[in-house]
């Protein structure tokens, strides 16, 4: 890791790519920038100074290039629009700044400019929930985790979409500079210092996958009936196929097994009625074939993050204020 900047104060390089995410981008200015008496300095650069297109807000006026870089303590790469590989000036700039001991971090699609930088291989990273199947597919030696807000792998450091991205400059101060000052950021920001869960608490819940004709009764059927004990057997009989061949649909269906996808659907199923209903826990875990209210809050937390109060809570509070 690089010493501290000249003056003390720590330097934090933003790198503005061509339609980054106007949200994204504003996070670390109003986190780091935004502090005159705070303990970091801040510039953005960008590959062209000059106007650079910014989806959701107004062209971004950028003075500074990439030779910004050199002076970084830590990078800091926005999420933006539609992440292909930024250009080679731009992984090698990125590369280099690594190799200098640069801290170099991501929010949301930024991900994908650190592993076209190589800076992801062999590391655990996140990124939007979105695009988490696009990163692990186009960057297998990346070890994608989506259901993380943010991974700390010391030197790199990703996020994922917005207010992950605020989850993790408030871990940067937190660990630069301890709690307190943390903390006392996060007051003024109007924002939590510490979220609990993870990003699958915010993904959309799964529905029937857009299937052939010979095997979307299935699926239906199986929505219908999730607070039934079904089995493998049950559902293969219903689409009127052998298990092997019902498996093998699954799988190129879903990614996943009969029962995985069950699974994914009855905590889909659960979600929306934490959301939309005043339902007991025990009744949310009867209607979704969730068995008892105990296992139910085990499997919840789990694949979620989250208990399922906690879920409510953000969700539907109403439902629990009136309780």
Known sequence: MRARSSGGRHHVVVVALENVLALDIGIPLQVFGSWPDGPYSMTVCTERPGLVPMHGGPALSVADGLDALQAADTVIVPGYLEPDPPSAAVTAALAQAAARGSRMVSI??????????????????????RY?????????????????????????????????GLDLSLHLIRRDHGARLANQRARLLVTAPH?????????????????????????????????????????????????????????????????????????????????????????????????????????????VGVPPRTYRETFNPAAVKGR
């Open 108 to 129: 949301c699609s930024g991900a994908f400019a650190l592993a076209a930088a190589g800076l992801l291989d062999g590391r655990r990273a996140t990124t939007h929930w």
């Open 132 to 164: 988490a199947a696009a990163l692990a597919g186009q960057y297998p030696q990346v070890t994608v985790r989506p259901q993380e807000l943010y991974i700390d792998e010391g030197q790199v450091l990703t996020s994922g979409g917005v207010a992950a």
């Open 195 to 303: 979220r609990t869960g993870g990003q699958a608490q915010f993904a959309d819940p799964p529905v029937a996958p857009d299937a052939s004709g010979v095997t979307m009764p299935v699926y239906e059927w199986a929505l219908r009936h999730l607070d039934q004990p079904l089995t493998v057997d049950q559902l293969a009989r219903e689409a009127g196929m052998s298990r092997r061949t019902l498996i093998r649909h699954f799988h190129s269906d879903t990614g996943r097994p009969p029962m995985g996808w069950l699974l994914d659907a009855r905590l889909g199923l659960a979600r929306e009625l934490l959301e939309s209903s005043d339902l007991t826990v025990e009744a949310v875990a009867r209607r979704c074939g969730l068995g008892t209210p105990a296992n139910f809050r085990t499997l919840f937390k789990a694949h």
